[in-house]
């Protein structure tokens, strides 16, 4: 596979200010960094994202491979960015012969921090069946607590998402920014770019702070991927979509809790809480 001219751009992802709190007192406050990245595609103006600046490359590769603006690889072959001119810089050996088209017709979605989409939405498919994965739900807890060892950047700061590639229980990468998709888009880089299991090889379940939306699975089912985890709701679009792809989501994942969709013969049952008294039973109806 040939080489890729690389810069190393990153930046600290958080900044201090100095705030007044509640009991009139001053003091240092980290706070999420937000800078512009102009992302250009052989000298082709493509979007800007806003973004941490923790790991810029990642993201705009990630972000070219899940709009199919890069099909592959093996057509990278430089990617540069410059803080001073808040700008990254991509080359690539050859571009979608309907390049035009993908950049005229616009999805605007419900992202945070980054949500269009080039090309027609629902003309997304995975290029390959998704794994059928099968998950323990012992297996789901553990991993729900493992992932309380990350979020450093939303510990000290707040106001950013994270992502999460995980196998199974295991956290084998994750990412931080003021966006959700633009973690996802990090994390495809990542695959791309560095290519080994510390960055998400061997990857059956994707783990988002955020909303389970059409574009968030979409852009799971494009990294071959069949389930989606979240600590929070998920959207109409995004069942349906989910349910073309494959994708098995779990939703308001927090401590013992979870909503299951697309489940049946994938989630096994095998760490059944005891109820409280009063919690509402449902009907299996």
Known sequence: MPPISLSRARLPATL???????????????????????????????????????????LVVGYLRNQGLIERREDLEAVHVDWEVESAAVVTRHLPEDLDERLGHRTITTGCGQGTVFGRLLDSVPLQPLPDTPVRQSVLYEL?????????????????????????????????????????????????????????????????????????????????????????????????????????????????HFQAIHAEGRLELDAIPARRPGDRRRSKA
Request: aromatic share 6%; net charge negative; hydrophobic share 40%.
């Open 16 to 58: 201090e200010v100095e705030i007044l709190d509640e009991y009139g007192d001053h003091h240092q406050q980290a706070i999420a960094a937000e800078r512009p990245l102009t992302l250009y595609l052989n000298r082709r103006e493509i979007v800007t994202l806003m973004t941490l600046g923790a790991d810029p490359e990642a």
């Open 144 to 256: 729900l607590e493992n992932l309380g060892a990350y979020n450093e950047t939303y510990r000290s700061a707040g106001a950013v998402h994270g992502c999460a590639l995980c196998r199974q229980a295991e956290v084998l990468d994750f990412v931080e920014d003021v966006g959700r998709h633009n973690a996802v888009d990090t994390l495809a880089g990542h695959q791309w770019l560095e290519g080994d299991e510390t960055h998400g090889d061997g990857a059956d379940i994707f783990y988002t702070t955020g909303r389970l939306t059409s574009e968030m699975v979409i852009k799971v089912a494009q990294m071959g991927i069949g389930v989606l985890v979240s600590r929070s709701g998920v959207t109409q679009k995004g069942v349906e979509l989910a349910e073309r792809f494959g994708v098995m989501l779990v939703a308001r994942a927090k401590g013992r």
